[in-house]
């Protein structure tokens, strides 16, 4: 059974970090490109980064490039997205993809919720 498991998010603030990661089994994890996707609520779904089967090349939506690492083990048949510098409007679930070469394969994650806001109950003070 082919499966995608990702982890790592959750709620962060403004300008802090995650790692998601995402492990493959059920296929030959290191016979696919690997890629990130994310979905915000009333939005299409759009990719986020790409990596290689030997990780050697990595592309990056203009959004996060700068901000957002793709990697990739392939003896752990994980792929991971480092993502920094985090802001409101990556708020969204994050899904990740293999797709086969020179094949109709593909396999999805069944997404990861990032969100990121100053959260509840944020304290405000002042003082005269």
């Known amino acids: 059974q082919v499966q995608l498991v990702e982890s790592g998010g959750g709620l962060v603030q403004p300008g802090g970090s995650l790692r998601l990661s995402c492990v493959g089994s059920?296929?030959?994890?290191?016979?696919?490109?690997m890629k990130w996707y994310r979905q915000a609520p009333g939005k299409d779904r759009e990719m986020v980064a790409g990596v290689t089967i030997d990780g050697g090349r990595k592309n990056y939506a203009e959004s996060v490039k700068g901000r957002f690492t793709i990697s990739r083990d392939n003896r752990r048949s994980t792929v991971y997205l480092q993502m920094n510098h985090l802001n409101v409007e990556d708020t969204a679930v994050y899904y990740c993809?293999?797709?086969?070469?020179?094949?109709?394969?593909?396999?999805w994650g069944q997404g990861n919720q990032v969100s990121v806001s100053w959260g509840q109950g944020t304290q405000v003070t002042a003082s005269w």
């Open positions: 059920g296929f030959t994890f290191g016979y696919y490109v």
């Open positions: 993809r293999a797709e086969g070469q020179g094949s109709s394969s593909e396999y």
